[in-house]
């Protein structure tokens, strides 16, 4: 697909895209790229890696801007991100994808975006913010799911597991990377190197570096509390444990001294004279039930149980 940049993407055939007078955005497959890249004359030093593609960067060329885009899926963040390619010079931008990602993108901006002033630096921008457009939502719903997590741990009792807050924490630490490479990428096109936009319109840039870093920051803010929430977990599984160990604690040493009257009575020595008394078994139980409510009564007293 082709468009022009005007006060929205006009979409065009490509045989119109050479001579344009306003500024291109085209969205083609690799193998259309492979076949038309010399049209777009774009003076390509550095060839866009389609085959591997594992972050979000951009190259300077000699009178070019070639890279690519790794995006984590919004739906499913632990999954393998979606990617393409691209190339751009002072007329335009050609989108390289494989799949129909960039396409959608495109079409979300077409629908909603009318422009006063149409440029390749207020779509770049349009195209960005589309990327992380419900990022803000995303992070408060992860921070509100660590919330009841929280909850769960502290009020209610819930068990949880550790694997909830890995997944969590795997998830916004995909996030978070994704952050640095699109501010490295929107500072590289801010740099202006090649002097491709126009100085009035690196503003645009700018306004994508804050967001970016505002929405970093709150990937941090929600590991953090991640963090806090594995703290307040592990100090749930000791408290846990340590009522086991002194629930057995206290077993134990109430049926010390009842094992050491049945083992010294198990000995069957013949002359032990409570063997032939009439009262030696009522007695035996007596002193047992004694020793065991005393016992209990003395941890209760030491607020042991």
């Known amino acids: 697909m082709f468009y022009l940049i005007k006060e929205t993407l006009t979409e065009i055939p490509k045989d119109q895209i050479k001579g344009a007078s306003s500024q291109y955005v085209a969205v083609i497959s690799s193998q259309e790229w492979a076949l038309m890249k010399d049209s777009f004359d774009m003076g390509i030093d550095i060839e866009p890696d389609i085959s591997s593609i594992h972050s979000t960067k951009a190259e300077v060329n000699f009178d070019s801007l070639t890279g690519t885009f790794s995006i984590p899926d919004r739906n499913r963040l632990s999954d393998n991100n979606i990617t393409f390619a691209f190339a751009m010079d002072e007329k335009g931008i050609v989108l390289i994808d494989d799949s129909t990602e960039a396409q959608k993108l495109i079409e979300e901006i077409k629908r909603t975006k009318k422009w006063r002033l149409p440029s390749l630096e207020r779509f770049l921008y349009d195209f960005l913010e589309q990327i992380?457009?419900?990022?803000?939502?995303?992070?408060?719903?992860?921070?509100?799911?660590?919330?009841?997590?929280?909850?769960?741990?502290?009020?209610?009792?819930?068990?949880?597991?550790?694997?909830?807050?890995?997944?969590?924490?795997?998830?916004?630490?995909?996030?978070?990377?994704?952050?640095?490479?699109?501010?490295?990428?929107?500072?590289?096109?801010?740099?202006?190197?090649?002097?491709?936009?126009?100085?009035?319109?690196?503003?645009?840039?700018?306004?994508f570096i804050n967001r970016i870093e505002r929405l970093r920051d709150s990937a941090i803010a929600v590991t953090e509390h991640a963090v806090q929430i594995r703290d307040v977990y592990n100090s749930h599984l000791d408290i846990k444990q340590n009522r086991i160990m002194t629930i057995l604690t206290v077993v134990t040493t109430i049926f010390m001294p009842l094992t050491l009257i049945a083992g010294w009575y198990g000995m069957n020595f013949r002359y032990m004279p409570e063997l032939d008394s009439v009262w030696g078994y009522p007695v035996i139980i007596a002193v047992s039930i004694l020793i065991v409510i005393g016992s209990l009564l003395f941890f209760k007293k030491k607020k042991w149980l």
């Open 132 to 207: 992380v457009s419900h990022d803000r939502d995303l992070l408060e719903s992860y921070d509100r799911k660590l919330d009841k997590l929280e909850d769960a741990i502290v009020s209610n009792g819930d068990e949880i597991t550790a694997d909830q807050l890995n997944d969590i924490r795997g998830e916004i630490r995909n996030l978070r990377v994704h952050y640095e490479h699109l501010l490295d990428f929107s500072q590289e096109l801010e740099e202006n190197e090649n002097n491709f936009f126009k100085h009035d319109n690196l503003r645009y840039f700018r306004l």
